[in-house]
């Protein structure tokens, strides 16, 4: 990965969509990190479709793939992840990470309320 610069626009909108989910949540602040990858992803497996992320060791911060997520896609990206992250801070390290499991379940609930 390599540091993103977006289009102002783009970051605007992700900030955007940041601040409500925050407040939506409750979460009192988060972060966001624009990345590319250098590697495509895979046309299968488990990082394919990978727009954004939520690790458990910088916990205030969601991680945007700036070259695989598009300004149409942004705002549900962002409030995936945001979801994560609110989900994090109540739950332990082992709750909270992977792609499946209750954190993924509560992002996805989070989403459809959208």
């Known amino acids: 990965?390599?540091?993103?610069?977006?289009?102002h626009t783009y970051v605007e909108r992700a900030l955007s969509a940041l601040a409500?989910?925050?407040?939506?949540?409750?979460?009192?602040?988060a972060d966001i990190a624009?990345?590319?990858t250098v590697v495509p992803p895979p046309r299968y497996g488990l990082?394919?479709?990978?727009?954004?992320a939520y690790t458990t060791?910088?916990?205030?911060?969601?991680?945007?793939f700036a070259n695989w997520t598009?300004?149409?896609?942004?705002?549900a990206v962002v409030r995936h992840e945001a979801a994560h992250l609110a989900f994090a801070?109540?739950?332990?390290?082992?709750?909270?990470?992977?792609?499946?499991g209750p954190s993924e379940e509560f992002a996805l609930?989070?989403?459809r309320n959208a």
Do not use: N, Q
């Open 89 to 100: 801070r109540t739950h332990s390290a082992e709750e909270s990470a992977g792609h499946s």
């Open 47 to 52: 990082r394919y479709g990978f727009k954004g």
């Open 1 to 7: 990965m390599r540091i993103a610069t977006p289009p």
């Open 34 to 36: 624009f990345v590319d």
């Open 70 to 75: 598009s300004p149409d896609e942004l705002r």
């Open 20 to 29: 409500e989910a925050c407040r939506e949540l409750g979460v009192p602040h």
């Open 57 to 64: 060791d910088r916990p205030d911060v969601i991680w945007i």
């Open 109 to 111: 609930a989070f989403e």
